[in-house]
């Protein structure tokens, strides 16, 4: 065996290796990462506060102040 497929052999181990490391982590992330949030986002009016509610509810109150605010769309 020369010297340059010892080095090509090398090299190959080693980018395998960290492709399984890559593929296992991001397999490990995506199975405890969590999705999205159904959750709606309110921003209070008169306080300034930004909470989240149930994604069936249009209006809700502040948790600060009481007002009652409607939710922010994007």
């Given amino acids: 065996m020369t010297v340059s497929r010892l080095i090509l ?7 395998g290796g960290l492709t399984a490391v890559a ?3 991001e397999f490990r992330r995506r199975r405890f990462d969590h999705g999205p949030s159904e959750d709606r986002i309110f921003r209070c009016e008169k306080c300034g506060y930004v909470y989240t509610d149930d994604p069936d509810v249009d209006r809700s ?6 007002l009652v605010n409607d939710a922010i769309e994007f």
């Fill in 9 to 15: 052999f090398y090299v190959f181990l080693v980018m």
């Fill in 23 to 25: 593929m296992y982590t």
């Fill in 61 to 66: 109150r502040c948790s600060q102040c009481g």
